[in-house]
């Protein structure tokens, strides 16, 4: 009989310790691949972002939420930024630097399954932007280093910035929500799903799976976005219908008149639109009128109507023209920018994040998703494989625990063993195969253990951080878990090992 038979005929024989001593095995063996495989996913998802540009820009606040609400479509975006400044990227200051600039407005939610008494659970990020998104980056770079372009699912087509309510799903979103090409989806107002449900939106495509949080998200045509209801800024309203008088700073001092007073000027009211900061120039003591029968152009620039930005005819899904909201009453949560060259991102931030006068902030989101793995999920993963390794070497000690007790009761065994010729190395190999083999026992159920925990918590995490896991996930340092268990359990077992090696086989059998 091999000596790995009769030591599997020993852990049968201790059938309840046997197996107490591999479940503990197995259970330190699994948290230990759930932390491997996450932190493999987790890493992986994070790092293959949907790129194609250099810089996100938008409103002053942190990196890290900008980063996570404009990529991953996690927490919220918190600041925003006027319209205007948009604009600045198509046909103004930064234009020159600026391939494509994709606006992003973000707020909404999509449920495919709504319940009476709230949101299922399943809710995906409504992204209002426009058809350059899909058009002019890429996502990634294939192994041979050509760019990875979006593509669409058989009979689909990306939106047109002309048509207002036209949609695009992610490959995720089709598929749990069964929403096919031609049918419409409702957003709901804000991220929660309790808000009140938006016009419908035609879906005209389903992209093909990227691999990235762009899986996970709707893309609507962000001139619909602006048209639903609670998504426009407010008109600026003025508060008289007398005429507007700005002042400068020493005037307003005098007068003793701020923003919003009516101030008498000769046989004529007029109402204080505006006062202005001090200039230490003659600026500060004038008063500012329009000249009679003319009217002041809300702002010094060339006629929106022949900006590209906006779509100069709109129509919504019965081919109907509608008009577009006003540019002063649109503002935008983000801005992907593509640069010309290599020096472009550089200068880009340079010029937005010294201009004190823009309330703006331009990051590389590599350099930020890379901070993020290094200083926060990096250390938190070397804690847990800490503390995993310290379970399984409890684990391996309950090995040596439960067969040094058991040496005692089968010393007679052992005893009959070496009388019937064998050496003392055989029984000492014995009883390391026993420890080996409670231990691969302990191993395999682990990785099996581990995997189906995985499954089993795979549909709270996607929910929660959008990370997706599957039982199939598989690392390949999953790989040395089992010869580190094997060296582990010969350590554990080397003492019993000894004991049994140095039986007394007349005091035994006597």
């Known amino acids: 009989m091999s000596l790995w038979r009769i030591a599997w005929k020993n852990m049968q024989q201790r059938g309840l310790a046997s197996s107490l001593t591999v479940l503990s095995m197995a259970l330190g063996v699994a948290v230990m691949v759930g932390v491997i495989v996450i932190h493999a996913v987790t890493v992986k998802q994070f790092t293959a972002y949907a790129g194609g540009y250099q810089l996100i820009v938008g409103g002053k606040g942190g990196d890290l939420d900008l980063v996570l609400s404009t990529v991953y479509h996690l927490g919220e975006s918190r600041y925003t930024l006027p319209y205007s400044f948009y604009r600045e990227f198509i046909d103004g200051k930064y234009a020159d630097l600026t391939i494509a600039a994709i606006p992003y407005c973000m707020g909404d939610s999509f449920d495919p399954r709504p319940q009476e008494d709230g949101p299922s659970g399943e809710l995906f990020r409504v992204v209002a932007t426009t058809p350059d998104l899909f058009d002019k980056l890429e996502y990634g770079v294939n192994r041979d280093g050509t760019p990875r372009k979006y593509q669409f699912q058989e009979g689909g087509r990306n939106f047109r910035s002309d048509h207002a309510f036209e949609a695009v799903l992610g490959s995720v979103v089709a598929a749990k929500s069964g929403v096919k090409v031609g049918e419409t989806i409702?957003?709901?107002?804000?991220?929660?799903?309790?808000?009140?449900?938006?016009?419908?939106?035609?879906?005209?495509?389903?992209?093909?799976?990227?691999?990235?949080?762009?899986?996970?998200?709707?893309?609507?045509?962000i001139e619909g976005f602006y048209l639903l209801e609670g998504h426009a800024l407010s008109a600026k309203t003025r508060k008289t219908e007398l005429p507007p008088l700005v002042l400068g700073s020493d005037a307003a001092a005098r007068v003793g008149k701020q923003k919003d007073d009516t101030l008498r000027v000769g046989d004529a009211n007029y109402e204080v639109v505006a006062t202005l900061a001090e200039t230490g120039t003659n600026v500060d003591e004038i008063a500012y009128a329009p000249l009679d029968g003319f009217e002041l152009p809300e702002k010094n620039v060339e006629d929106a109507e022949a900006s590209t930005a906006i779509p100069a005819q709109l129509y919504d899904n019965d081919d109907n023209l509608i008009t577009p909201l006003p540019e002063p009453q649109r503002e935008v949560s983000?801005?992907?920018?593509?640069?010309?060259?290599?020096?472009?991102?550089?200068?880009?931030?340079?010029?937005i994040n010294k201009d004190q006068n823009v309330s703006a902030q331009a990051i590389a989101p590599i350099r930020t998703v890379s901070n993020l793995l290094e200083k926060i999920i990096g250390p938190v993963q070397i804690v847990l494989l800490v503390l995993t390794v310290l379970i399984?070497?409890?684990?391996?000690?309950?090995?040596?625990?439960?067969?040094?007790?058991?040496?005692?009761?089968?010393?007679?065994?052992?005893?009959?063993m070496r009388a019937l010729g064998a050496s003392r190395s055989s029984v000492m190999l014995i009883v390391l195969s026993e420890s080996i083999l409670l231990s691969l026992a302990g191993g395999v159920l682990g990785i099996v253990l581990g995997h189906a925990l995985i499954a089993a918590a795979a549909p709270y995490i996607e929910t929660q951080a959008g990370i997706q896991l599957a039982f199939w996930e598989f690392d390949p340092w999953e790989v040395a878990v089992i010869p580190a268990l094997v060296v582990l359990a010969t350590l554990a077992g080397l003492l019993p090992a000894i004991s049994a090696y140095r039986t007394d086989v007349a005091r035994s059998l006597g």
């Open 392 to 416: 399984v070497v409890v684990a391996s000690i309950s090995i040596l625990v439960s067969i040094y007790n058991s040496m005692s009761e089968r010393s007679h065994d052992i005893a009959v």
């Open 186 to 221: 409702h957003p709901t107002h804000g991220i929660s799903g309790r808000g009140d449900t938006h016009d419908a939106f035609l879906v005209t495509g389903i992209l093909e799976p990227t691999g990235t949080a762009n899986d996970r998200a709707v893309f609507v045509n």
């Open 334 to 351: 983000s801005i992907l920018i593509l640069s010309d060259d290599q020096m472009g991102p550089t200068i880009l931030t340079t010029q």
